[in-house]
Structures are given as C-alpha cells and as structure tokens.
C-alpha cells in the first residue's frame, strides 16, 4: 500500500478493494477498524520547546536586529571597542525568545485543550451514502470527502502588526539613513553615528505586539469556556468584539424550549385549560384530538414505581403527552392499543408530521399534526359536533382567525387531522398520505421566554448591536415574543419566508435593516439574510442547529451552533459552539470580544507610545548633537523586556463599565483610530521627553554615562507608571481599582525588579555601560518616572485624551 499518488484513481480504488462512489460497506468498516486500528496519532508530536524558541527568530524584526548586531560587532572590532554590545544585544534576544515560546506554547495547549472539546470530524461516503464520522474511525479504502478548511493561526490582527512592524521596519532605516548623514555632518566618529543608528532602529521596532494580540485572544478562548461558548477558531474572538447584528433562532434560544398546551380549539369554540381543574370527562371529540395529536409524535414518556412520570423527545411533543396525561390519556398505554405502522416524520420545511397507527383489524388511521395553514392546505372535511361535514371557506376563516388569536399571546400552534384508512397504502408518500384529511382542531402552547433575553437583548441595543429573530414559528407567534423580549421595536417590520422569497436581492440589501422579525423560513432564507447584511459592511452572528443551517453558519462572520440540541454537522460549520443554546450567551461572548479588542488596542497603545518615545528621544538628540542618550542594549532591554510584561498583563484588563453601551468598532477602520493615533503620539512625546531632561541633567552634572544611566532609569520606570494610565481613556487612573488586574501589579513588579538589579548590581551595570546614581539622582528619577500620570490625568480632567465618540460611547 504504497506510492497511490503514482496509481490511477482505478488501480488505488481496487488495490484498497473500496469503490468510489459508494465506499466501503458497514461490515467492511468494522472488520478494517479491527485490524488497522483508530485513525489516530499515538500521543499526537508536540512542537518542541526549541523548535518555538527558534521560530522566535523568523520574524521580519528579529531579523533586522540580528544584522544591526552583527554589523555593531564588526563595527566595534574594527575601532577596537569588543564585541560585548553584540552579545549583549543577542543575549537579550534570546531572553526575549524564552519569553515569546513560552507564551506560545501557552496559547497552544489552551488551543489544543478547545480542539478536544470539539473533536475532529470527516465525510466519508458508506453504503453508497455520504457520512459524518468523527475522523479517528477512518480506515484505508474509506473514500472521504475534502473540502477547503481555513484551521488559521494568525489572526487578521497579528497579521496587520506584523505588516505594522514592517512598515515601522523601514521607516527606521530612512531616519537612521538621515542620522547618519547628520552625525557625519556634525564631525562625529563613524561608530558612535552608527551606534545611535543601531540604537533607532531598535527603538522604532515595537518587538512584542504580534505575541501580545496572539497571547490575549488565547486567554479571550479560554474564558469563553467558562461563559458556555467554545469557539473554534481563534480569530473568531476578535470578529465577535465587532459584531452589530445577531440573527438568532427563537425556540430554545430565545425562549426556554419549555413547551405547555394552554388553549384548544374545538367545534369552533376556544377554551383556555384549566390546569388546576381538568374537566373530568372528555367528549368523544375532545378525545380523538387528544388521541391523534399524541399517536403522532416521537415523544416517549415513563412512569417508576412511586407513579412519577417522566417525557422525553422534542418539547413540542413532550407538551403533548404532558396535555394528556391531564385527562388519564398515556402515550406508553395509547401505543399499545393502536400501533404505529408507518410514518413520515416532521420537517422544518413541510412543518407536519404524520404517523399511520393500526386501528383495528383492516382499519388504520393517519394522524396528523403541524402548522395551522399547513395542517389547513392539506384538510377537505372538519369534524364538528361528532360529524363529518366539508371544510367551508367560513370554516378556514373561522380557524384562521383563532389560530391568530392564541397566537398573538406567543402561543405556538398546532393543528390537528385525521383520515381512517382501509390498508396502508403499497406506496407511502407525502402527497397520498397527507390529504383529504379531516381538521380535528388546534392547541395552543406557550414557551415562555428565558429570563435573562430581555436583558441580552436590551444589552444589544444599548451597544449598537441589532438582534433579528429568525424562526420557523407562525409571525404572528414570533411577533408576540419578539415584542415582549424587545427584539422587535417601533417602526420595525417583520415578514414571513414566503413574503421574503418575492423580494428582489436589491429590495432585501437596501431594506434589511428594517426587518426584525423573520417567521416560518426555511434554513436556507438565513444565508440571504446574512448576505444582505454583509452587502452593507455589517459583521453578522448567527445561530444554528440543523444540517441544513450549516451554509448559513458559514456564511455568517460568526456562525453560532447549538451546542445541546445542534447537529454535528452545524457544529462543524460553526465558528463558535453555544454549550446552553442561549442567545445571552452570545451576548456575553461579544462583551468578552470587545474586552479582548480593548486590551490588545490598549498593549497596542503602550507599546507604540514607548516606540515614538524612543525615536523622539534619538532624533532630537541627534538633530541638536547631544550625544546617544540610550544605547541600544538599554532599548532592546525597556523594548524587548520590562515593557513587554505589562503589556501581555494588559490583556488581564477587566471591560470597562461602558463596554456594552458604545457602539461596536468599525472593522474598516482598523486599530489605528483618530483617538488612538493621537494618544501615541502624545504619550510618545511625554515618553521621549522625560529621559531627554534625565540625559540633558546627568549629562551636565557627571557626562554621557551618567545621562546615559538617567536617561534608561527614567525610561524604565515612566514606562511602568505610564502603564497604568492605558486602563481607560476617558476615567482617572484613581478610579481603578488596581487589585481588579493582579497580573498586571505582578509584572510591574517584576519589571521594576528587573530593572533595578540592572541599575544597582555593579558587574550587571558594568555589562550595560551604566553608573551608579547617588540618593539626589534617584530621587530625580523618581520624581520623573511619575510624569505620566501627572501629565495624563490633567489631559484626562480637560477631557482632552479621548475623541468625543469615544467618550460618548457613539
Ligand atoms: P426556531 O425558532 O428555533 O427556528 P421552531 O421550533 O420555531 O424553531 P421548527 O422546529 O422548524 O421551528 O418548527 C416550525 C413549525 O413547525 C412550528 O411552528 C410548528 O407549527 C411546527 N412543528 C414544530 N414541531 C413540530 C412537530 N414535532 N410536529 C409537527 N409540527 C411541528
């Protein structure tokens, strides 16, 4: 069995003995599985440690920095200063490296730990029939079905970082090129021109922001677990913060699944059921409606010892068993006495379901039971007051009109028929069995709304986010909860899947705002729905359970399955899994998208403000020729070290108290916003700034190295007060409450540690070309570290930090 790329499709097929368009047989599979064994890797090859520590080394920035030392070295042998600034330079980035596969690896296992939750399935063609099989039962001569997969790793946010780092990349190297002309033109020596060259280009590159956006959504994932919403790719939590509509299914989604038949309708007269006192007796006609509507149906009760009953099957029909049992009618007793022979089983398409039960010898009976217009199209008789008579139009009118009735109190409907039979048919089809059936009557059940919709739903609203009920429901069923839940507001319209299928594609992209409520559609209405949607740049979630829902799930930015009563097949399509099947849940998983966006944007913020910082520092100081305030060893250490801890803790950000009450991101506009650019450059310069008045004093009072080793303490440590003013754009940083993110206290801990024992232990000192500073000089330093959040709390207090649709929330 080798060498099948070389065999035509012919030979492989026989050498496996499999044929290719109906596959293997069932008895075949088993026998295959038994001597060949699961399709699984024993304990599946995990990337080494090393291996992710050396693909550190790839990226576009590392690189430079690699030729920057190499050429510092060169360099530096040359004017016989050594090579410790290039090891120096190398060591640090491999203190970075450890620090980026480590969080890599993080992020994998918790990847790996949601790949398990979801486990891996395939289609196979068996028996002549295409399958879903879970991929560890595949056996050689199965014929499996590919399709295309995107199973991403680098999110569309990295992805811009990374083109960000490399934009920044060459940014860099033009104004190296224009300090190096300028130091030359000042009389400078070619090393000192070059190192301040090195230096920027250090500065310019911001080394941590693709592991920090890859870092923070792996964490987003896993507490997304613990709010009931695995989500099966990784750059799903980042489309979630910008979702503005969800389209959700209504039973069982919006509403508990908790069916109860209130109401029945018979002989043309409404009666709401009283529960608590049940009529003792039924009528003969109120019996059959009773009997046909429970006959037809997949529900299965049982009753223990003590008598206590129990139902299961679709809540439907388990409503139906549970009317029964009211008046002494149990399904379990009823079946025994009228045999099910044949059926055809309820689809959402055809929305009835019939059964043929035997009735007595040589007499059988369909039952039928479903929607009331479709229940309606398929009757010719009514049975009224015992008698058979034919369906009049004043009849349908008069059954229309209390269907709409119950269903204006969100009651689902049923209607039920029946027909007698002499012999079953030879043939069981829909068309001969569901017709010239006799109408019986309807029953009315409520599915009350889960407590928390309205609240989901109120909450999307204030954050700017539509919510669009998509049901397969009457209208009128689906327009009572919908209003009742808030879905469905003033001015909004609602419309069936058969008035949609007459709409033009243009008529449905211009007006699907409009339209909140969409009822008896079928699973293929939803795709033109999200399209229609997407046709006006809106990021669209939306829900699913059936096979047949699984092209809408892909179509949609974010596909949300049903994690308890959705099919493999809409959980394989979907790029997120609800584990309690509630519309809240999704909520709460776009609040915990946007918390995630927040963060990332604020490490974002951070680390480029730390960048321009830097760059202002070294063109001013080039410019005005006052030396190199800051080698390169101490940038790539503040870049690559004591920054990058607070800016990975920043993902730990709790959301902010307005987080669902702003608008949702615009995705078109990228991370880099007015409120954002404006902040990087402001900050940027208040960074640069405080090292330059650090390196001009101890320049003064000691010479380069005594600049030098203010201008690094100053640097380090404004960085780590500034930190804590990137919590929130628009509230003091007083208001905080610190312990709310404990990693973060942690790493500004330990960057300061880090930082100190370079600034206090000699011999490290010594490696990194700094002095000691006396009590006055720290003192200074000290005083100039807490700039930041002098400076940021007074732009905050002029309301001066944020633009205004920030502060608004729109
Ligand atoms: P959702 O709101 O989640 O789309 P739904 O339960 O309203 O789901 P379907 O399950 O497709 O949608 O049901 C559509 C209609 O079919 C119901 O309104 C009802 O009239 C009818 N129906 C539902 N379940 C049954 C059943 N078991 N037997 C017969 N008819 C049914």
């Known amino acids: 069995m080798k060498d099948f790329y070389n065999q035509s499709i012919e030979d492989s097929s026989e050498s496996l003995n499999t044929k290719i368009n109906h596959g293997l047989s069932n008895a075949e599979v088993q026998a295959r599985l038994e001597k060949y064994g699961p399709n699984e890797l024993k304990g599946k090859e995990k990337k080494s440690f090393w291996i992710v520590f050396l693909q550190q080394f790839k990226s576009f920035m590392i690189i430079v920095l690699i030729i920057a030392a190499i050429i510092s070295g060169v360099v530096g042998v040359m004017e016989g200063e050594g090579l410790l600034e290039t090891f120096i330079i190398l060591g640090i980035l491999i203190v970075n490296a450890f620090i980026g596969a480590y969080q890599e690896l993080k992020a994998e296992s918790s990847l790996e730990a949601l790949k398990k939750l979801a486990a891996p399935e395939s289609k196979v063609i068996r028996e002549g029939q295409t399958i879903q099989i879970a991929s560890s039962q595949i056996v050689p001569g199965d014929i499996v079905i590919l399709d295309t997969g995107a199973d991403e790793t680098l999110t569309p946010m990295a992805i811009r970082l990374e083109k960000l780092g490399k934009v920044l990349g060459i940014g860099a190297l033009v104004i190296c090129i224009i300090i190096f002309i300028v130091g030359i033109s000042y009389g400078n020596s070619i090393m000192s021109v070059f190192m301040l060259a090195v230096s920027l280009a250090v500065a310019a590159i911001p080394e941590g922001l693709p592991a920090v956006s890859t870092v923070a959504l792996a964490i987003g994932v896993q507490r997304l677990v613990k709010k009931n ?129 035997k009735w007595a010898d040589n007499q059988f009976q369909v039952n039928v039971k479903g929607g009331v217009d479709e229940v309606l199209s398929v009757c010719d008789k009514i049975m009224l007051h015992g008698e058979i008579k034919p369906l009049s139009e004043e009849d349908i009118e008069k059954i229309v009109a209390a269907n709409e009735k119950m269903a204006l109190s969100a009651l689902r ?23 010239h059936l006799i109408f ?145 849940t999704i909520v709460a998983a776009v609040k ?70 702003r608008k949702p991101n615009n995705s078109a506009d990228g991370f880099l916003t007015k409120g954002m ?53 628009t509230r003091s940083t007083f208001t905080h409450n610190p312990l709310k993110n404990k990693t973060l206290i942690l790493a500004i801990l330990v960057s300061f540690l880090l930082a100190f024992l370079v600034l206090i232990v000699p011999q490290i000192r010594e490696i990194f070309k700094l002095e000691a500073l006396n009590l006055e000089q720290w003192k200074l330093v000290i005083l100039l570290s807490l700039v930041p959040i002098a400076v940021v709390e007074i732009i905050k207090l002029l309301g001066l930090n944020s633009t205004k649709a920030e502060k608004t929330g729109h």
């Not at 409907?413 to 007698?420: D, R, S």
């Not at 928390?452 to 919510?467: F, H, L, S």
């Not at 930015?557 to 049903?562: F, N, P, Q, S």
């Not at 503040?638 to 669902?660: F, K, Y």
Request: glycine letters at 8%; hydrophobic letters at 45%; proline letters at 4%.
């Open 229 to 357: 919403a695995i989500i099966r790719k990784l750059p799903s939590v980042e489309t979630l913060g910008s979702a503005t509509v969800i389209c959700s299914d209504k039973t069982g989604t919006l509403t508990q699944n908790k069916m109860t038949v209130v109401d029945a309708y018979i002989n043309h007269t409404l009666d709401v059921i009283d529960r608590e006192n049940p009529a003792s007796q039924l009528n003969q006609q109120e019996t059959g409606l009773l009997m046909a509507s429970i006959l037809c149906g997949d529900a299965e009760m049982s009753q223990n010892a003590e008598g206590q009953i129990t139902f299961t099957g679709d809540p439907t029909e388990t409503a139906l068993l549970d009317f029964g049992v009211l008046y002494h009618i149990k399904k379990n007793e009823l079946e025994k006495t009228y045999p099910r022979v044949d059926e055809i089983p309820f689809d959402s398409e055809r929305k009835r379901m019939s059964t043929i039960n």
């Open 592 to 661: 915990e998208g946007r918390r995630i966006n927040d963060n990332i944007m604020k490490a974002i913020q951070f680390l480029l403000s730390t960048n321009i910082g830097e760059i202002f520092l070294l063109l001013i100081t080039s410019i005005f020729n006052l030396g190199v305030p800051l080698l390169s060893i101490h940038i790539l250490w503040v870049n690559l070290v004591t920054d990058s801890l607070p800016a990975l803790a920043l993902s730990m950000d709790p959301a902010e108290d307005n987080i669902m009450k």
């Open 413 to 435: 409907v049923l209607a039920v028929a029946y027909k007698p039979l002499d012999k079953i048919p030879s043939n069981i089809s829909v068309e001969l069995v569901e017709d």
């Open 440 to 584: 019986l009557g309807l029953l009315g059940m409520i599915d009350p709304a889960r407590p928390e919709a309205m609240a989901a739903v109120a909450q999307c609203i204030t954050a700017g986010i539509k919510p669009v009920m998509i049901t397969g429901d009457h209208k009128i069923t689906a327009l009572a909860i919908a209003q009742k839940i808030g879905i469905h507001r003033e001015g909004d319209l609602a419309i069936t899947g058969n008035e949609l299928e007459k709409l033009s594609e243009e008529y449905l992209q211009q007006n699907v705002q409009n339209y909140s409520v969409y009822a008896r559609v079928a699973p293929e209405h939803k795709v033109r729905i999200v399209k229609a949607w997407q046709y006006n740049g809106h990021i669209v979630a939306m829900t699913g359970d059936g096979v047949n829902d699984a092209p809408a799930l892909k179509q949609a930015d974010i596909g949300a399955a049903m994690g308890i009563v959705g099919t493999d097949v809409a959980k394989g399509a979907a790029d997120m899994v609800l584990t309690d099947d509630n519309f809240a």
């Open 677 to 729: 650019i404006w902040r990087i450059v402001y900050q940027g310069i208040m960074i640069g700034s405080i090292p330059l008045v650090a390196f001009l004093i101890g320049l003064r009072d000691g010479g380069l190295a005594l600049g030098q080793t203010m201008a690094f303490a100053t640097l380090c440590f404004a960085q780590l007060t500034q930190v804590t003013n990137i919590h929130s754009h």
